[in-house]
Structure formats: structure tokens, C-alpha cells
């Protein structure tokens, strides 16, 4: 009885270890970007119908300040975002190749459908076709890290009086 006890705890540790939140690999993160770009996410072929403009930067800044900043910083770039880095994985620079490499289709596919397990949500229903697009091209345009200040939700002025 006693072994039984003692190999379901060392089961148990085994398993729990196995869930531990870590960085991923170099290996791991070259798989698992490849099969994003490659397998995963849809609309490689699709084009953004959306003109690039200043105005549909703008747009783009608009609603991703409304629906992204939490989590990719006012700039896309994580400024300001406290736990961008200690998720698994960590949550990208939005100007960073990987993300930058993935077409306008692919961009608005993620944004459409998000990537789970990743934290990424699904906006499907919550944003238009069009903000997506503009969204996409405002990704297209980025500005200087930090040009943009940090998210309100984590400097204290959120509800500042």
C-alpha cells in the first residue's frame, strides 16, 4: 500500500512539473513559429482591401488603443506591459520580424481568430472587417518604442482624478 501512496506522489509531482509556465526553447520557438507561418494561420493570400493612408493609420491606432493595448502597449511594442515577457510564450513586439513577416491576410486572420493557447483572443464579432484591416495597417506602420507612453491601466491614472 505504502509504494502504491508513494508512486502516485511521485506521479502527481512528475505531472505538476510538467505544467510549470517557462520560456520556450530555441527549438520549441523555431517549430512553433515555423508552423504558424506555414500550417496554422490562415489568409496568406488574402489582401488588405483597406488603403494605406494617414487616415487609416490613424483609424488603425484608434481601435487598436480601444481593443490591443493591454496586452501589446500602446506602440505594439510591449511598452509598458508588466507580464508581456512572462507569459509562455511571451507576448511579441508587434514590430518584431516574425510578426512583421506574416502577410496583411495572415495578420487579419489572427486578429479575426486569435491563437490558442498563446492568450491571443478572437475578436470575430467584437471588431468589423474594416477596423481589422485598419488594425492591419496600422501594424504596418508602428511608431518609435515607447513614442507612445505606456497603457493608462498601468501607470496609476487609469481612474486618476
Known amino acids: 500500500m505504502r509504494v502504491c501512496q508513494i508512486t502516485a506522489v511521485v506521479l502527481l509531482s ?7 509556465v517557462a520560456q520556450p526553447g530555441r527549438a520549441e520557438t523555431a ?5 504558424k507561418h506555414n ?7 488574402h489582401s488588405n482591401p483597406v488603403r494605406d493612408s494617414a487616415e487609416t493609420i490613424e483609424a ?8 490591443c493595448v493591454v496586452c501589446h502597449g500602446r506602440d505594439g ?27 496583411d491576410g495572415q495578420l487579419k486572420w489572427i ?28 501594424l504596418r506602420h508602428l511608431p518609435p518604442p515607447g513614442s507612445l507612453g505606456e497603457p493608462h491601466a498601468y501607470t496609476g491614472e487609469e481612474y486618476a482624478k
Not at 500550417?39 to 493570400?45: A, F, H, N, P, S
Not at 486569435?114 to 485598419?134: C, N, Q
Open 60 to 67: 488603425g491606432k484608434q481601435t487598436f488603443g480601444f481593443y
Open 39 to 45: 500550417v496554422t494561420v490562415g489568409g496568406k493570400d
Open 77 to 103: 511594442q510591449n511598452t509598458g506591459v508588466p507580464f508581456s515577457g512572462k507569459m509562455s510564450p511571451p507576448i511579441p513586439s508587434l514590430a518584431s520580424h516574425e510578426v512583421q513577416r506574416y502577410s
Open 111 to 138: 486578429i479575426e481568430n486569435g491563437i490558442a493557447p498563446s492568450g491571443m483572443p478572437a475578436s470575430r464579432g467584437t471588431l468589423s472587417d474594416e477596423d481589422m484591416w485598419k488594425i492591419v495597417v496600422f
Open 14 to 20: 512528475l505531472s505538476l512539473a510538467g505544467c510549470k
Open 31 to 35: 517549430v512553433i513559429l515555423w508552423t
